[in-house]
């Protein structure tokens, strides 16, 4: 079974705080995702990384995917009260196919 | 609209009915995919569709559940007898698939249900 571990499942920091997530697996992925998701609504991309290695950056946040295709980290520079939500990872299992599956996610709160 | 769309918002059910939730996808879009998602937690695979075809059904967690995809667009995700520990966020989502292996799935606003 592919399981995606993410760390840490909740951080409450102060804004301009920096502070790093990351999404774990034994398994190697052929893409991962990060999504973010607010209460009441369904998950939205954030961002698709798909080589090994590779470093994506969107505002102030970083995404990186590990150079085994096992892991990845999303840090955010300066966090603001509007980073605060629920940030999930994703990982498609296969070139072949379209399944996703998630991580439990990381429920961040940044405190004004 | 153009966003992925679920019906109903909130479903309230006593333990033994059966409940239809239902997913208008992006038209157009060749996948869909059914979640659950317990709160305070990531969504649960449950199913997949690419156009009328279920390639995989493998986290489905009874076969209390079921779902369908007659005509390759809208999907209902059907669940038996209900019991308690079906009550969560179902999430239905969409993508164009077709080969476009990294293109990215578009939710719906899901659907809450509570078994009482």
């Known amino acids: 079974t592919q399981l995606l571990e993410q760390s840490p499942q909740f951080l409450s920091i102060q804004e301009g705080e920096n502070l790093t997530v990351y999404c774990n697996s034994s398994s190697v992925f052929s893409s991962l995702q990060w999504y973010r998701q607010e209460p009441g609504e369904g998950p939205v991309l954030l961002v698709t990384?798909?080589?090994?290695?590779e470093v994506k950056k969107l505002k102030r946040l970083t995404f990186q995917f590990g150079d085994a295709r096992k892991d990845s980290s999303l840090h955010i520079t300066a966090a603001q009260p509007g980073d605060t939500g629920l940030y999930l990872c994703?990982?498609?299992?296969?070139?072949?196919?379209?399944?996703?599956?998630f991580g439990k996610g990381t429920r961040l709160h940044i405190l004004p | 609209g153009a966003g992925v769309s679920q019906s109903p918002r909130y479903k309230v059910a006593k333990r033994g009915q059966d409940v239809a939730l239902r997913c208008d996808p992006i038209s157009g879009h060749v996948s869909l995919f059914w979640y659950q998602q317990a709160l305070g937690q990531g969504p649960e695979f449950l199913t997949y569709f690419q156009n009328e075809a279920q390639l995989d059904k493998s986290g489905l967690p009874s076969d209390r559940f079921f779902a369908e995809r007659p005509e390759g667009s809208v999907s209902t995700l059907k669940i038996q007898r209900t019991q308690q520990e079906d009550s969560a966020v179902y999430l239905c989502a969409s993508s164009l698939g077709r080969g476009i292996y990294n293109s990215p799935l578009h939710f719906g606003n899901g659907t809450r249900l509570t078994v009482t």
């Open positions: 990384v798909v080589t090994g290695g």
């Open positions: 994703a990982g498609r299992t296969s070139n072949r196919d379209d399944k996703i599956i």
